[in-house]
């Protein structure tokens, strides 16, 4: 396994829509690992593909928390087939370290995947039994589809964010993330 670098906001890259995985190969399965490594390594609770610079649809998930055993998802070709209720959560981002605001999701989704054993499958996520998980669902397909959480913010917001970005790489590119998706 290895840490691969996570692309940083506004790099253009994460403005890539990811392609579809026709195939699990030795490749893919490498890449789900590494991923992994990379989201543990950063205490993050997600990642996707696009933030390491792959443009493939596959997402890697775990929101236990501290103390918890870990509950890693793998998921290739993520979709989300139906949302509804409202929250607002302050999310964060591997690729926008050190920002955290306001983002308006929904509350309750169903999402539809393969897992790396090929099997697709279906799920109905909400808030009040599984926490953050919808939350974080909806930011890394978000990621695979070229939209990066600053993006739901005002004009005024992401300008000081990317301000702030290119402040902080300029001083230290290889500074270390908090604990995000």
């Known amino acids: 396994m290895a840490l691969l670098e996570v692309l940083k906001w506004p790099d253009p ?9 026709r195939e699990i190969t ?15 390594a950063a205490e993050g609770i997600g990642l996707a593909a696009v933030q390491v610079g792959a443009p493939v649809r596959m997402i890697v998930i775990d929101p236990a928390r501290e103390g918890e055993a870990p509950r890693l998802q793998t998921c290739l070709n993520p979709e989300i087939t139906g949302g509804e209720g409202e929250a607002v959560y302050s999310e964060g981002c591997l690729s926008v370290p050190e920002v955290r605001e ?12 393969m897992d790396l054993e090929g099997k697709t499958r279906e799920e109905d996520i909400n808030m009040q039994e599984h926490g953050v998980l919808p939350i974080v669902f909806q930011h890394e397909i978000d990621h695979l ?7 739901y913010l005002s004009r005024l917001k992401r300008e000081f964010i990317k301000r702030k970005m290119r ?7 290889n500074r270390p993330s908090e604990k995000v998706a």
């Open 145 to 151: 589809n070229g939209i990066v959480f600053v993006e």
């Open 102 to 113: 306001e983002v308006k999701r929904f509350a309750r989704i169903k999402v539809r995947y």
């Open 167 to 173: 402040s902080v790489q300029a001083f230290n590119p």
């Open 26 to 40: 030795p490749e893919i399965r490498k890449l789900a690992e590494d991923m992994a490594e990379t989201m543990y």
């Open 13 to 21: 890259r994460l403005k890539e829509i990811a392609k579809p995985i």
